[in-house]
């Protein structure tokens, strides 16, 4: 399985992106799919999951600002960021994996496929 993607830029704050990752060689049925992040110095951080039956979860910082969400139709999953801040640039990835148990989401280890990592840039 491959995962791919893409949608970062340069964006000012406040402002919105919509992140994509898409899925070749398997679907996100019956996956744990996340997001996470990367700035620079930083440790890779936990931003958003979605499990099977459409449960999601967020970090702290993100929530009311950002949503996850799935089209298997297009065997894709979106993070949708809005009102985003300059704390939010970063390096983002997704990942997926099959069996996840709930105490398992937010850490990365626990996953098993990643995609290449798309930037994304807020500026003040």
């Known amino acids: 399985v491959q995962l791919q993607a893409s949608g970062g830029g340069l964006v000012q704050a406040g402002g919105s992106l919509r992140l994509s990752c898409a899925a070749s060689g398997g679907t996100f049925s019956r996956q744990t799919v996340g997001w996470f992040r990367q700035a620079p110095g930083k440790e890779r951080e936990f931003v958003a999951a979605?499990?099977?039956?459409?449960?999601?979860y967020y970090r702290d910082s993100v929530k009311g600002r950002f949503t996850i969400s799935v089209d298997n139709a297009k065997n894709t999953v979106y993070l949708l960021m809005d009102n985003l801040r300059p704390e939010d640039t970063a390096v983002y990835y997704c990942?997926?994996?099959?069996?996840?148990?709930?105490?398992?989401?937010?850490?990365?280890?626990?996953?098993?496929?990643w995609g290449q990592g798309t930037q994304v840039t807020v500026s003040s």
């Open positions: 990942a997926m994996d099959p069996s996840i148990i709930l105490s398992e989401v937010r850490q990365s280890r626990s996953y098993s496929y």
């Open positions: 979605i499990r099977r039956g459409g449960y999601t």
